[in-house]
């Protein structure tokens, strides 16, 4: 039976990105060797390097004296480093969920942290409003999607200090303005590659500002002047970010990609507030398009592990909510068809009308 993948990282890719990166591993370019063989250093994958680079500065439209970089260490390397390289004395961040807590507790190392205004206490299920960041310090830090709880920042601030975001599971789904932030960052296995590589897009002369020490893997300076080959980057995920790069250009770029994903997320949420099973579980005006959450009304809640097991016998892969919300995530990132959400919805219906 044909499977829908909605896990919420690693997810889904393009089918033919898998493909040609499994291609790529067997014989890398017709060289007889595979990609996972061969030194980052040869001639051969240093265009891998730059073409992946050079395709992000044109999706994005990264302004003059931005740099992209790609790193090891996912996403949750990048809670440390920002503080390292940006934080001075005092920085702010926005707390709407578990990623954004991890992020402000590296932070803390380094400096003072002004937590802006957070839902914690309403178990993250809005974005907070009508908050103020102060003007004296050094970023704002921001996660624009909230893989877990579903709410999703989908537009650029306007604040008067420069951002710096976690876009780990919403980057390539919209148009940025990028002249915004400092340093944008995202771990590839929800919405760019597979796991193993980060994307950082830094703002060239935002670097060195600080006064401390930072040994040299944690310095982005080091990586830039490197042009990410200080040290050996992971060539197969760099790879096939670069697919999947090739492959958003081609659908349109990310006009396209946004359009997608409003399409697609219209068709589940319309479907749960329609449904007397199910319910969304955060603000609708906050809600993800990237991560629909939702979970059984009250008076069906015995049915939530029935439909489960309904769902995964029609196909649907990887639904299952987060422990921290509970009930279902359908993930739905570049790769996720429309017939993909179609099918979910068909599921709900027909279980719908069972019951
Ligand atoms: C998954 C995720 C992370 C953590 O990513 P790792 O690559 O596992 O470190 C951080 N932020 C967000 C928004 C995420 O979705």
């Not at 994005?60 to 996912?74: A, D, N």
């Not at 020490?213 to 990410?228: A, E």
């Not at 999947?244 to 068709?267: F, H, S, V």
Request: hydrophobic share 40%.
């Amino acid at each position: 039976m044909k499977k829908y993948n909605f896990n919420a990282g690693p997810s889904i890719l393009p089918r033919e990105v898998i493909e040609n990166t499994a291609k790529q591993i067997l014989d890398f370019n017709g060289s007889g060797l595979s990609l996972a063989e061969i030194s980052h250093r040869a001639k051969d994958f240093q265009p891998v390097v730059d073409e992946a680079e050079a395709l992000i500065k044109e999706l994005m439209e990264l302004p003059q004296g931005y740099s992209v970089i790609f790193l090891g260490g996912g996403a949750s390397l990048e809670f440390c480093m920002v503080p390292y390289n940006f934080l001075e004395t005092k920085a702010a961040y926005l707390n709407t969920g578990t990623w954004a807590k991890k992020a402000i507790k590296e932070a803390k190392l380094f400096g003072e942290v002004v937590e802006v205004a957070s839902s914690a206490d309403a178990n993250y299920t809005f974005i907070p409003k009508g908050w103020t960041c102060p003007k004296d310090v050094d970023y704002l830090h921001i996660t624009t999607n909230n893989t877990i709880y579903g709410t999703e920042i989908r537009k650029d601030l306007d604040v008067e200090v420069p951002m710096i975001a976690d876009m780990s599971s919403d980057i390539f789904s919209r148009p940025v303005d990028v002249s915004k932030y400092n340093c944008i960052y995202a771990g590839a296995q929800k919405n760019m590659s597979m796991a193993g590589v980060t994307v950082i897009i830094l703002k060239t002369d935002a670097l060195g500002k600080v006064s401390r020490q930072i040994p040299t893997m944690l310095d982005y300076r080091t990586h830039v002047d490197k042009g990410s080959m200080f040290n050996t980057p992971p060539v197969v995920p760099v790879y096939t970010a670069l697919e999947n790069l090739r492959w958003i250009k081609k659908m349109g770029g990310l006009k396209a990609m946004d359009a997608l994903a409003k399409e697609r997320a219209e068709i589940v949420y319309s479907e749960i507030d329609r449904n007397k099973l199910f319910r969304g579980t955060v603000a609708h005006e906050d809600r993800s398009l990237m991560n629909i959450c939702f979970v059984m009304n009250p008076e069906y809640a015995e049915l939530e592990k029935p439909f489960f097991e309904y769902a995964t016998s029609m196909g649907m892969v990887g639904i299952k909510g987060h422990r921290s919300v509970g009930g279902f995530r359908a993930s739905c990132y570049n790769a996720q068809t429309i017939e993909g959400v179609q099918a979910l919805v068909k599921c709900m219906k027909e279980f719908e009308a069972k019951n």
